[in-house]
């Protein structure tokens, strides 16, 4: 009867805690029109300390969710656009001489804030998107000899854009791992578009209000870890990793020559992390079925290698995690 | 002195002449046979080979079908070009294969290449060739037989293949029609029929009754009992309603449920009540009251019961039914009747 008050407590627990949820969504919700799993992926990436690559055609939004969000949870907030002739050191920071003090100083760069907006990381070399990387990884910056922290909550929200492939630097996938989501931002629907038009030519753009300390993020943070994932839930996670290895033992032969290499145990890790964190979101202590398979595509997407022979056949990371989802029993 | 300033001369232009290197000549075609005697109507090979300047241009002879009137052309081969290593210019060579069926000595002509090269248009020859063709010795002595019949080809599998074929298809039809005719005359159906499924809610019911004896909630394994509960109503519905259940979670299967064909919202609310409640137990580590979990099968027999199909009989169908009893039963009493009277009368 102990494990049962416990999750009655973690529940009623979840339901004060959360209660800034609502209002990070009614704050987005008047600037943001639609775009509902983008909102959704955004609290997940902020509540499970992930970082999140959003991929979509220009103008939808991306930026302004962003920054909107940024402006709700009082922080700092700093946009690099990625170009060709972008160097690591225009990104993290680097040594300059003072003239005045007679020794060589640390002037930090963008980096160093809570929310990164990295817009377009494809079009930057490798070598800009490494110390992006490291720095998302490790959460500490190295400029000379210091070593510094990043502050927390701090988030890294890189796009990319799908249409344009001419100039641009593909992330390996050793460094899209590292992203927990991948967002795939479609268009809006008629009514959205048409609440858009009304909203951009309005006389006043709506504004978001400060609503969230950092803080609150930090606490929201811990309680996510403590979501409770029962053994049946964990045993359908790994199922559908497994799957995107392994698809001849979960009876999809016909994927057997299509997968290069399936989800790592960052998958796993991450897959079991979103569901809590996306529980959360939902008031609940404990993570349903439902959970995994809301940011199961998100968590996988970008972690499935396609062969040759499956991009000649069309066949995309989407339709296998849809597949993988509709043969796997539910537990 | 003179004689010998005389023989001192010649020997020199002799010697001259003999170390002069040799040129020979730019155009060289030769004619050769495998044979100069064939058997009538045997084949044998006629190859010419030209050398001539790398860029001279020089016509072979056009030959169809016959080199002379005697001389039939069989097949003409592709010529083949070498460069000469010795001498400059190259080599082109090619085979012809020839036959004659009249008997007796043959002459192949000299054959004429025409060439074109600076110093105007002229022609090399090769040196004409004989062959001679024998004829098959008769003996004269012996007896006079009969014209030979031709000779009978091995039969091959191409041959064969359609006559098996064939064969066995009529062998086939043979067997239907037989078949066929067996079934009519014992007035059986021609497939036999398939057995049919059991109903969906014969096999819920019957799950669902094993999990009572089972006491799983008794023993203390209540998430094991939920799980076979929500495993059985999961199974009921894609065995009633054709849903893809299993792989899908509580809110998907309510969601398909209500584009499905049911239409019972009481029974809907039931099942989604039941459902739900599982899903508290399996993941979020309720662990019910004893009356719950009695109420929780309750409620699955109740659902099942409600939604069960049930096929409606036909008054056909129901008739001929009935008429089929009926005759039973005549029979049985009629067999009944046949033996009491032989009882009657003492028969063994």
């Keep these: 009867m102990d494990q049962t008050v416990n999750v009655k407590e973690l529940n009623e627990h979840i339901r004060n805690e ?6 990070i969504n009614m704050e987005m919700n008047k600037v943001i029109v639609g775009q509902k799993h983008l909102v959704e992926s955004l609290l997940v990436g902020l509540l499970s300390d992930g970082h999140i690559l959003l991929e979509g055609v220009p103008g939808l939004a991306k930026t302004l969710a962003i920054s909107t ?14 170009t060709p002739d972008l160097l690591p050191a225009d990104l993290l920071g680097t040594m300059i001489y003072s003239q005045q003090k007679e020794e060589f100083m640390v002037k930090k760069g963008p980096i160093f804030t809570n929310f990164v907006l990295a817009d377009e990381i494809n079009r930057s070399p490798a070598k800009v998107q490494s110390a992006l990387l490291e720095a998302m990884q490790e959460r500490q910056i190295t400029i000379g000899e210091e070593t510094f922290k990043l502050d927390q909550p701090f988030l890294v929200l890189a796009t990319q854009n799908p249409i344009e492939q001419e100039g641009t630097y593909p992330l390996p996938e050793a460094q899209v791992d590292r992203f927990m989501l991948k967002v795939v931002i479609d268009y809006p629907q008629l009514e959205e578009e048409k609440l858009i038009v009304r909203q951009n030519l309005a006389r006043e753009f709506p504004t978001a209000n400060q609503v969230v300390q950092p803080d609150d993020i930090l606490r929201a943070r811990g309680i996510v870890k403590e979501v409770y994932i029962d053994e049946k839930i964990e045993k359908y996670i790994l199922d559908i990793v497994f799957a995107t290895r392994y698809p001849d033992q979960y009876g999809l032969d ?35 079925p439902e959970d995994v398979r809301a940011v199961c595509h998100d968590v996988l997407r970008h972690r499935i290698g396609l062969s040759y022979e499956a991009e000649a056949e069309n066949i995309t990371s989407e339709d296998i995690i849809t597949e993988i989802l509709n043969t796997i029993e539910v537990p | 002195m003179y004689s010998k300033v005389l023989k001192a001369g010649f020997v020199f232009v002799f010697l001259s002449l003999a170390f002069l290197p040799l040129r020979g000549q730019p155009y060289q075609a030769e004619a050769r046979l495998d044979s100069n005697r064939i058997r009538i109507g045997d ?3 006629l190859y010419l080979t030209l050398s001539q300047p790398e860029t001279a241009r020089v016509e072979f002879p056009g030959w169809q079908q016959r080199i002379t009137p005697e001389v039939e052309v069989v097949k003409s081969f592709p010529r083949d070009t070498v460069r000469n290593n010795q001498r400059e210019g190259i080599t082109i060579r090619q085979k012809y294969l020839i036959t004659s069926f009249d008997s007796g000595a043959v002459k192949i002509p000299s054959v004429s290449f025409l060439y074109k090269d600076r110093q105007g248009v002229d022609s090399v020859l090769t ?18 037989f009969g014209i030979k019949g031709p000779f009978g080809a091995p039969l091959s599998w191409a041959e064969l293949l359609p006559w098996i074929l064939g064969a066995l298809a009529l062998g086939g039809i043979v067997w239907a029609v037989i078949y066929v005719l067996r079934r009519r005359k014992r007035k059986e159906p021609l497939l036999k029929p398939r057995k049919p499924q059991e109903p969906a809610h014969v096999y819920a019911l019957r799950e669902l009754d094993r999990l009572k004896v089972d006491r799983l909630w008794q023993n203390d394994q209540v998430k094991a009992y939920y799980t076979r509960l929500t495993e059985i109503l999961r199974t009921y519905l894609w065995m009633r309603y054709s849903i893809k259940t299993l792989e899908r979670t509580t809110e998907e299967i309510l969601s398909s449920l209500q584009n499905s064909e049911m239409d019972d919202q009481a029974a809907y609310s039931l099942l989604a009540d039941n459902l739900r409640f599982a899903d508290l137990v399996k993941f979020a580590r309720m662990k019910p009251a004893p009356q719950e979990n009695e109420a929780a099968l309750q409620q699955a027999y109740d659902f099942v019961h409600t939604t069960k199909y049930i096929p409606e009989v ?17 029979q049985e009493e009629g067999q009944e009747s046949t033996q009491d009277n032989k009882r009657d009368h003492g028969t063994p």
Excluded at chain 2, 128 to 144: A, F, K, Q
Excluded at chain 2, 314 to 329: H, V, W
């Design chain 2, 127 to 144: 040196a004409p060739l004989s062959l001679y063709v024998e004829t098959v010795r008769v003996d004269t002595t012996g007896n006079i």
């Design chain 2, 43 to 45: 084949q044998i090979h």
């Design chain 1, 254 to 288: 016909h994927f057997g020559g299509m997968i290069n290499y399936g989800g790592s145990p960052r998958a796993s890790i991450n897959l079991a992390l979103a569901s809590k964190a996306y529980a959360f979101i939902k008031r609940r202590g404990y993570v349903i």
């Design chain 1, 18 to 23: 959360s209660s800034f949820v609502d209002m």
């Design chain 1, 69 to 82: 969000l940024s402006g709700i949870v009082d922080t700092r907030f700093n946009r690099i656009q990625f």
């Design chain 2, 314 to 330: 036909k008054e056909e169908e129901q008739q001929e039914q009935e008429q089929k009893e009926g005759n039973a039963t005549e």
